[in-house]
């Protein structure tokens, strides 16, 4: 994929919204994000049907806008929704596996340490996400940061590999992310808290 669209990366699903996910989905196309994952997972999310009916009307807001639409880990979702790309963990099941069924989606691939880097298999994705790069309140199972050094041991490693920072990840530290080599920041309640979504995305 073409790394400027990981630039400024949503990710959101009902659950981190305190108000209406369509709307703030709405605002953050409007004020500049330049790719969207549905990650409707963790307590409080939705299931069967009305997960299914949100993931449609999110996807329609990032097909009018012509931002990337990606969904989280979840291959049936991501097929009855027809979305762009898919974005898997280490947890969730092999990259290659994903690739084969769905060759022609942009496929993303979560790392956090040397060890997960090396054992994984980057033929398969089209870029990889790095993290977390610092502490975060909105993945219970979130493991422990691993500092910029990390994405700039990604970007030594992997020089024009498409690369881009999660986790904790905000107005006033992403810049760091930046500097340190990544291609862009991922965030969720950077723009899902925010009380200026504008202002937020434009920070980022």
């Known amino acids: 994929m073409e790394a400027h669209l990981l630039r400024k990366y949503f990710i959101m699903g009902s659950q981190n919204c305190d108000r209406d996910p369509i709307e703030i989905l709405t605002e953050a196309v409007q004020a500049g994000i330049t790719a969207f994952q549905f990650r409707e997972k963790g307590p409080g999310s939705l299931a069967g049907l009305r997960k299914v009916v949100l993931g449609r009307q999110l996807r329609e807001i990032c097909y009018e806008y012509s931002i990337p639409f990606f969904v989280n880990d979840d291959l049936e979702l991501a097929k009855v929704l027809g979305a762009d790309g898919i974005h898997v963990g280490q947890d ?31 033929s398969a994705v089209d870029y990889l996400g790095a993290g977390p790069v610092f502490a975060t309140g909105t993945k219970s199972d979130a493991k422990t940061p691993v500092g910029t050094k990390w994405i700039s041991q990604i970007r030594k490693q992997h020089p024009n590999f498409p690369l881009v920072g999660i986790g904790g990840i905000n107005t006033t530290n992403s810049n760091e992310v930046m500097e340190a080599g990544a291609d862009g920041v991922a965030v969720i309640s950077a723009i899902t808290k925010a009380k200026d979504i504008q202002a937020a995305v434009r920070s980022l």
């Not at 596996?97 to 040397?114: H, M, Q, T, W, Y």
């Not at 997960?116 to 298999?121: D, G, I, R, V, Y």
């Open 92 to 122: 969730d099941r092999f990259a290659e596996e994903v690739r084969a069924r769905f060759p022609d989606k942009i496929i993303g691939l979560s790392v956090s340490n040397s060890l997960e880097l090396e054992n994984s298999p980057l």
